[in-house]
């Protein structure tokens, strides 16, 4: 009798070449970003003119906290929500400043989930360089809309995301619903 043989797993053939993954907007994120001093707040700004809140990606700014899409997005939808004074930390903020923040991310979510249908969203904070804040001295919530499946071989493999809609389009689905934020901040 012959010994029992377990069937090999095939072996991927080698590539020819490398892969080639494009995501030109990585190009424009390192040439602003990586390896250079912050040029200012992107948190920090006055009272904005249309073409501006558009150019800078502000859905929403009031005279406690702001909200904008984020240039650098993690999945379509990423917004951040801050606090209008530049503060690094939660414990700084005073009452109104909490109560309005929690509100924005209520109304944050609410919308989101509306606009985008998304399954699930991630909200959180990244206090100190060290934890992650791109912008450390000026505290920031991440949203972040998910999906069933979302996360998929790209980031894995190519430290890529894909995203299936491009930021002004976003920008024109979510503005209109962020005009009505203002009363729940009162």
């Given at each position: 009798m012959a010994p029992?043989?377990?069937?090999?797993?095939?072996?991927?053939?080698?590539?020819?070449?490398?892969?080639?993954?494009?995501a030109p907007w990585r190009a424009a994120?390192?040439?602003?970003v990586a390896g250079r001093a912050p040029r200012g707040c992107i948190f920090c700004f006055g009272?904005?003119?249309?073409?501006?809140?558009?150019?800078?990606?502000?859905?929403w700014a009031g005279p406690l906290a702001v909200v904008m899409l984020n240039r650098?997005?993690?999945?379509?939808?990423?917004l951040m929500i801050a606090p209008r004074r530049h503060l690094a930390s939660p414990e700084l903020l005073d009452r109104a400043e909490r109560a309005a923040l929690a509100e924005l991310q209520a109304a944050a979510v609410e919308r989101l989930r509306r606009a985008l249908k998304c399954d699930g969203l991630n909200l959180g904070v990244n206090l100190g360089r060290s934890a992650?804040?791109?912008?450390?001295?000026?505290?920031?919530?991440?949203?972040?809309p998910r999906w069933e499946g979302d996360v998929n071989f790209m980031p894995v493999i190519a430290g890529t995301r894909v995203l299936s809609q491009h930021l002004e389009e976003t920008f024109d689905m979510l503005s209109p619903l962020f005009k009505t934020v203002g009363a729940a901040i009162s």
């Open positions: 029992s043989r377990t069937p090999r797993r095939a072996q991927p053939e080698a590539a020819s070449g490398p892969a080639r993954l494009w994120y390192l040439r602003a009272k904005l003119g249309v073409r501006e809140r558009r150019r800078r990606l502000v859905l650098y997005p993690y999945n379509n939808g990423h992650g804040a791109g912008f450390a001295d000026h505290m920031h919530w991440h949203v972040v």
